[in-house]
């Protein structure tokens, strides 16, 4: 059994007293603000609670911090009476591999179509995609 897990850890700023932040919505009756001191603390509290879960995870699985988790600890319910490795579900990329090699993948026109300056793809994936000498 390990010893104490590496937790991860915030120091979330201390609120601002009867500040509010306006919300964007479609409702229209949702005209209201968050009051920060409100949400703000609720927020924390689930934030703590959600890295304690973390904590209790990387432990169960044997582990001493969240990075050591691979994707054949996390199990996937398949069913009613089943669950299987992630890793036997999905499949998952080697590391490094769509800066390495990129056509080495299925994901090769997707890479090819990405752009970090925009959201249109560079090339059209419809073509590209419906010829048969690269797929």
Known sequence: ??????????TPSAP?????????????????????D????RASRFHEKTLDSLADIVAAAGLTHPGDLQPHHLM???????????DSIYPFRPADILNDDPDATPD????????????????????????????
């Not at 409100?38 to 603390?41: D, L, P, R, T």
């Not at 996937?76 to 299987?84: E, I, K, L, Q």
């Not at 090769?108 to 797929?135: G, H, T, V, Y």
């Open 1 to 10: 059994m390990p010893g104490r897990v590496a937790r991860p850890t915030s």
């Open 108 to 135: 090769a026109d997707w890479w090819r179509a990405a752009s970090a300056d925009s959201f249109s793809p560079r090339i059209d994936l419809a073509e590209q995609r419906a010829r048969p000498d690269i797929n």
């Open 16 to 36: 601002d007293s009867k500040k509010v932040r306006l919300v964007a919505s479609d409702k229209v009756d949702s005209g209201v603000g968050l009051v920060v």
């Open 76 to 86: 996937h319910r398949v069913g009613v009476n089943n669950a299987r490795p992630i």
């Open 38 to 41: 409100v949400q703000g603390e």
